[in-house]
T-cell receptor, first 112, second 113 residues
Framework: EAGVAQSPRYKIIEKRQSVAFWCNPISGHATLYWYQQILGQGPKLLIQFQNNGVVDDSQLPKDRFSAERLKGVDSTLKIQPAKLEDSAVYLC??????????FGPGTRLTVL | GENVEQHPSTLSVQEGDSAVIKCTYSDSASNYFPWYKQELGKGPQLIIDIRSNVGEKKDQRIAVTLNKTAKHFSLHITETQPEDSAVYFCAAHRGNYGQNFVFGPGTRLSVLP
């Protein structure tokens, strides 16, 4: 079974630029999560989808972050404009039930 | 909201010794407690989990214990090996759709040969 795929793996941008990350969950997984992991910290949930509907986006900085999940499969997370403090690893995870989640390798974002 | 604390932040053990990592949580409604292992450059991988109706769970060299009264749970690794070196995260979840996984800050475990 293929795992969660994410791209790109690394991205370097300057502040005020925009960036987008892509996630392809495990086939058949209805739940999809985006996390932000700042160096030395645990992952923090940004947004949770159930199929193509948003379940929780209470911790998503909506003035600059947006996410969508087209047709309940792939998802994109966008930051516009980026700030220095957005430098982090962005993790995507998917799952089949309430508690399950399988993580992708993440995208490491550096904002200069 | 839920708050998860984790100790220690770093842990070094000799190969073959045991390692114990402890977490505390604040929300008494949390009832699912997974542990993840994150190796360098990879996403977290689930290694063991426990639900609130169970006090202990074991899988080969890894075990987790839960004390719901005290709101703490622990990861025990016996006969540690160099490949156990990684960052370990605990998390807590209420067990319902729409509820967040709240992660601890992580423990960097180093197993010295």
């Amino acid at each position: 079974e293929a795992g969660v795929a994410q791209s790109p793996r690394y991205k370097i941008i300057e502040k005020r630029q925009s960036v987008a990350f892509w996630c392809n969950p495990i086939s058949g997984h209805a739940t999809l999560y985006w996390y932000q992991q700042i160096l030395g910290q645990g992952p923090k949930l940004l947004i949770q989808f159930q199929n193509n509907g948003v379940v929780d986006d209470s911790q998503l900085p909506k003035d600059r972050f947006s996410a969508e999940r087209l047709k309940g499969v792939d998802s994109t997370l966008k930051i516009q404009p980026a700030k220095l403090e957005d430098s982090a690893v962005y993790l995507c995870a998917s799952g089949t039930g309430v508690n399950t989640q399988y993580f992708g390798p993440g995208t490491r974002l550096t904002v200069l | 909201g839920e708050n998860v604390e984790q100790h220690p932040s770093t842990l070094s053990v000799q190969e073959g010794d045991s390692a114990v990592i402890k977490c505390t949580y604040s929300d008494s409604a949390s009832n699912y407690f997974p542990w993840y292992k994150q190796e360098l450059g990879k996403g977290p991988q689930l290694i063991i989990d426990i639900r609130s109706n169970v006090g202990e769970k074991k899988d080969q060299r890894i075990a987790v214990t839960l004390n719901k009264t005290a709101k703490h749970f622990s990861l025990h690794i016996t006969e540690t090996q160099p490949e156990d070196s990684a960052v370990y995260f605990c998390a807590a979840h209420r067990g319902n759709y729409g509820q967040n996984f709240v992660f601890g800050p992580g423990t960097r475990l180093s197993v010295l040969p």
